[in-house]
């Protein structure tokens, strides 16, 4: 249980919000007339008092809002709560759908004090039942109706689709299989052959939004751009060899070429990452190899399940 203590609103995005004392949460978008609701994942931002007094016995003196967040609370340290915890307060109902962001331009109390605590401490969250937050309203932890959705996203690894060169047909296929098996495909994305840059979005799929699979698809061959593989293991905590070896498997019965695929599957945090081929043929034959098999590895990683062993 919490306590609001500030519910803060800005008119432009780059700007500190302020305290107004209360707001109206508008489901699918986020708190009336702040500049970052929106039909998206992150309407709305929190941060915990606790972290926040911390912060200023450093002697940053930042008042709510600073840090761009729509609500400070007391008694909640957001950052131990995983991605889907539904939080109640009054009639409003919110889901947190990522931990911590990427800081891009550092703010101005970065370069004033040499650190940010929203990057790391910050939750964001999405409306699910509207109404309005008063401060003074307290907050709880609310539990889950049902089984939470498999979430997903798909990337797709292509220098000329990034250049719009070239339809990209792989991942709005791997999307729709996934939608038709009841997985919620929060992201879709369309990237060119970089290591670094796909390091950078695995990382955080898998660290700020938690999904439970990652599928990629291209850049898996012997082309000195195809450097898919490399940049999975690199960010992998734990490798999951069956799976690529159980594509490789099947897709050698349909081509001999099969076995030049370098494709990977690895662990990160509670994400299965896995890598498809480039051409939307090969990637729903890979498809058919795990996904009824999957989801029982993703009820291992959420810890939904203890153990693999069949009656």
């Known amino acids: 249980m919490g306590k609001v203590v500030a519910v803060c609103v800005s008119s432009e995005r780059g700007t500190q919000k302020q305290n107004v004392g209360s707001g109206r949460f508008v489901v699918g978008w986020g708190i009336e007339g702040d500049a970052h609701a929106g039909r998206w994942h992150r309407q709305v931002s929190m941060l915990g008092l606790d972290q926040i007094a911390a912060f200023n016995a450093r002697g940053a003196g930042v008042e709510p809002g600073a840090f761009g967040e729509n609500l400070v609370v007391e008694g909640f340290g957001f950052r131990a709560l995983p991605v889907g915890t539904l939080l109640r307060c009054g009639g409003v109902l919110l889901e947190i759908t990522q931990i911590g962001k990427e800081c891009h331009n550092h703010c101005e109390i970065y370069r004033r004090m040499g650190d940010c605590i929203m990057p790391r401490e910050g939750v964001f969250a999405r409306v699910l039942c509207e109404g309005v937050i008063r401060v003074g309203d307290e907050m709880a932890v609310e539990a889950r109706q049902g089984v ?50 796909l390091k950078k979005q695995l990382c955080r799929l898998a660290d700020q939004r938690q999904l439970d699979l990652v599928l990629t698809t291209g850049g898996t061959g012997f082309s000195p751009r195809d450097v898919t593989p ?59 190899v795990f996904l009824d098999v999957v989801p029982h590895g993703l009820e291992l990683l959420r810890g939904e399940v203890s153990d693999c062993a069949r009656a």
């Open 148 to 197: 939470r959705p498999w979430q997903s996203a798909v990337i797709t690894l292509s220098d000329k689709g990034a250049r719009g060169e070239r339809m990209d047909e792989s991942g709005p296929a791997i999307a729709g299989r996934l939608k038709a098996a009841g997985y919620e495909v929060v992201e879709q994305l369309l990237i060119a052959d970089d290591a670094e840059m």
């Open 230 to 288: 490399e940049a999975t293991l690199a960010v992998g905590e734990r490798s999951a060899p069956g799976i690529a070896e159980a594509i490789r498997a099947a897709s050698l019965a349909v081509t001999s070429r099969a076995m030049l695929s370098r494709g990977a599957a690895v662990i990160r945090g509670k994400t299965l990452i896995i890598n498809l081929p480039g051409s939307p043929k090969a990637c729903m034959e890979s498809m058919d």
